[in-house]
């Protein structure tokens, strides 16, 4: 069985599958932002060699210890 309605993606309104001309969106502007946001999020991914600045603290140099017999 499929749900008579169903939330809409973009702002979560419920709406009839079945008369819904942009499902599964509620209404072609909703369609047009989801896909929007899908691209500009696209658009966002950098290339992983970016450089990334290193926030990990260098690890601090332990004292030599001498070998203990
Ligand atoms: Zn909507």
Do not use: H, Y
């Amino acid at each position: 069985m499929s749900p008579a309605t169903v939330a809409c993606p973009t702002c979560g309104r419920e709406l009839e599958w079945a008369s819904a001309p942009f499902r599964p969106f509620c209404s072609e502007r909703c369609r047009l932002i989801d896909l929007g946001a899908w691209f500009s999020e696209q658009r966002a991914i950098p290339g992983e060699a970016a450089a990334a600045p290193e926030e990990a603290p260098p690890a601090p140099e332990l004292p030599a210890k001498p070998p203990r017999r």
